[in-house]
């Protein structure tokens, strides 16, 4: 299993930047592939960026691309997502995730942490 959690939410303004760290403890981190989820008031959730643990290959939500940035760092357990130029459609609880296979839901959640972008 594996544990994690976020942090680095908060409030900003409009156009401005946030990066948002998830800790993991447990079995390697680097036989995961993970992800960042959000989810905003009255809305389903939805995926924001996953990292594959196979290759590394990337992807992105249409509307976070070219804004928003996923990194892993393997050795320190520890995934992230550098966000600029935000947007007030930004805000929600953002979430990390892990799954133990590219063919299985992703089941180790997060607790979650605030983005509230004010325009």
């Known amino acids: 299993q594996v544990q994690l959690v976020e942090s680095g939410g908060g409030l900003v303004q409009a156009g401005g930047s946030l990066t948002l760290s998830c800790a993991a403890s447990?079995?390697?981190?680097?036989?995961?592939?993970v992800g960042w989820f959000r989810q905003a008031p009255g809305k389903e959730r939805e995926t924001v960026s996953t990292?594959?643990?196979?290759?590394?290959?990337?992807y992105y939500a249409d509307s976070v691309k070219g804004r928003f940035t996923i990194s892993r760092d393997n050795a320190k357990n520890a995934m992230y997502l550098q966000m600029n130029g935000l947007k007030p459609e930004d805000t929600a609880v953002y979430y990390c995730?892990?799954?133990?296979?590219?063919?299985?839901?992703?089941?180790?959640w997060g607790q979650g942490t605030q983005v509230t972008v004010s325009s």
């Open positions: 447990g079995r390697s981190f680097s036989q995961y592939t």
């Open positions: 995730a892990a799954r133990i296979s590219d063919l299985l839901p992703y089941n180790y």
């Open positions: 990292i594959s643990r196979s290759d590394g290959r990337t």
